[in-house]
């Protein structure tokens, strides 16, 4: 298995919790689609970086509009270094604010955070990173 999209479903707390329980074994992934899915209950929130450290394959993570704040942001960027083969990241109509920018990622990020994410992406030069539907560009 190479990509699942599972994008604008909702699994409930529950399904969250499986679904990211199950992705640690596709070690060969290579897209994952989450965008607008319902995975940020509080089991996914603790779930999402053990789930993603060993998909070394991974090349497209889509994370839009999944209700990530600071917390989810701040548990993403700590998986990020294992994820060596990634190049396109998108955060897009989340709510991390400003404080979220420091650990990477930010959605109404204002000239702060764009500051943070601009040293960020300078030492990532290979990656996309799509932060659309925010307020501050």
């Known amino acids: 298995l190479m990509s699942v999209r599972l994008g604008y479903n909702n699994f409930g707390?529950?399904?969250?919790?499986?679904?990211?329980?199950?992705?640690?074994?596709?070690?060969?992934?290579e897209e994952l689609h989450l965008g607008h899915a319902d995975v940020s209950?509080?089991?996914?929130?603790?779930?999402?970086?053990?789930s993603l450290t060993s998909l070394t394959s991974l090349q497209r993570l889509?994370?839009?509009?999944?209700?990530m704040g600071l917390s989810e942001a701040a548990a993403l960027a700590r998986c990020l270094p294992s994820l060596t083969a990634l190049?396109?990241?998108?955060l897009g109509s989340n709510d991390i604010e400003d404080a979220g920018a420091?650990?990477?990622?930010?959605?109404r990020i204002d000239e702060a955070g764009c500051a943070e994410l601009s040293e960020w992406?300078?030492?990532?030069?290979?990656?996309?990173l799509s932060l659309n539907d925010n307020e501050g560009f």
């Not at 889509?62 to 209700?67: A, D, K, R, S, Y």
Request: charged share 20%; glycine share 8%.
């Open 87 to 90: 190049r396109v990241l998108a």
């Open 102 to 107: 420091a650990h990477l990622d930010n959605n």
């Open 121 to 128: 992406a300078r030492s990532h030069p290979n990656l996309t």
């Open 13 to 29: 707390p529950d399904g969250s919790a499986a679904i990211l329980r199950v992705l640690p074994t596709l070690t060969r992934l």
């Open 62 to 67: 889509t994370l839009q509009g999944v209700g």
């Open 41 to 50: 209950s509080e089991d996914g929130v603790e779930l999402l970086p053990w």
